[in-house]
């Protein structure tokens, strides 16, 4: 683990990622190490597979990806698994439970692969700072802007997962992701088993919805990559 307020070299690596992040949106790289030296940051980095957060705990603490990428999962004491959202680079997790007084984590976050991630205590964040930087309430409406971003991304898996058959879920998830890439050809963050998790399907019934939608013409299809055949949906009345 490091810790920011000791050493300042190692953050060379880290400030293109947090620059970019919208976390950070409008601030020079001298606020944010500043912001870094006031929400005590430190870092720390996650094998594969292991948690972060884990369902039941308190924390103080957000973080924010800077290499690598995680899950934010439910999952239930049988091991059925709900992916929520998957974080990469510059996205960052846990901030709505760390901004609350004592607030239980009803989800867990795990390492997608090796990770880092610098951990940030938000409540530093919601009081008084006390060296008054400028920057303050800069990173605060980033934060209140983030978190509504965030419950617009739960509205669309909530459309998603609303819908009645394992077609009208994959059709629906399609569609958004293709708005969102402006393309009718695009990648997905997840492989089958994370996309089966998203939608809360069966894994098998998925890969067998996928392979109807691929032979009557409605996608194309390899790996995470995915096509949608507009032609083919609107000859067929398909309504998303």
């Given amino acids: 683990m490091f810790d920011f307020q000791q050493g300042g070299t190692i953050l060379q690596k880290y400030l293109s990622i947090l620059r ?24 720390i980095s996650k094998k594969r ?20 990428c995680v899950l934010i999962i ?17 996205d960052f997790f846990g901030e709505p439970y760390a901004a609350s007084q004592r607030a239980v984590l009803n989800i867990s976050v795990v390492a997608d692969e090796d990770c880092e991630i610098i951990l940030l205590n938000v409540k530093r964040l919601l009081i008084t700072c006390p060296t008054a930087c400028e920057h303050h309430q800069k990173l605060i409406r ?3 802007s983030v978190l509504a971003n965030k419950i617009l991304i739960l509205n669309d ?10 077609r009208d879920k ?12 402006s393309s009718l050809s695009f990648d ?8 089966a998790d998203y939608l809360c399907i069966d894994r098998a019934a998925m890969s067998t919805e996928i392979s109807k939608l691929q032979k009557e013409g409605f996608i194309k299809t390899n790996r995470n990559h995915f096509e949608l055949q507009l032609s083919i949906i609107k000859k067929k009345n398909y309504t998303i």
């Fill in 157 to 166: 898996k909530i459309t998603h997962v609303g819908k009645r058959t394992t």
């Fill in 20 to 43: 970019n992040s919208p976390f950070f949106k409008g601030l020079a790289d001298n606020e944010i190490l500043s912001i870094l030296h006031c929400v005590n940051a430190t870092t």
């Fill in 49 to 68: 597979d292991s948690y972060i957060f884990r369902a039941g705990d308190i924390t103080e603490v957000m973080g924010i990806v800077v290499s690598g």
């Fill in 74 to 90: 439910q999952e239930d004491i049988w091991g059925h698994r709900n992916i929520l959202s998957k974080c990469h680079a510059g």
């Fill in 170 to 181: 994959l059709l629906s998830y399609l569609s958004a992701e293709s708005i969102r890439h």
């Fill in 188 to 195: 997905i963050p997840f492989d089958r088993q994370q996309l």
């Fill in 142 to 144: 980033n934060l209140v």
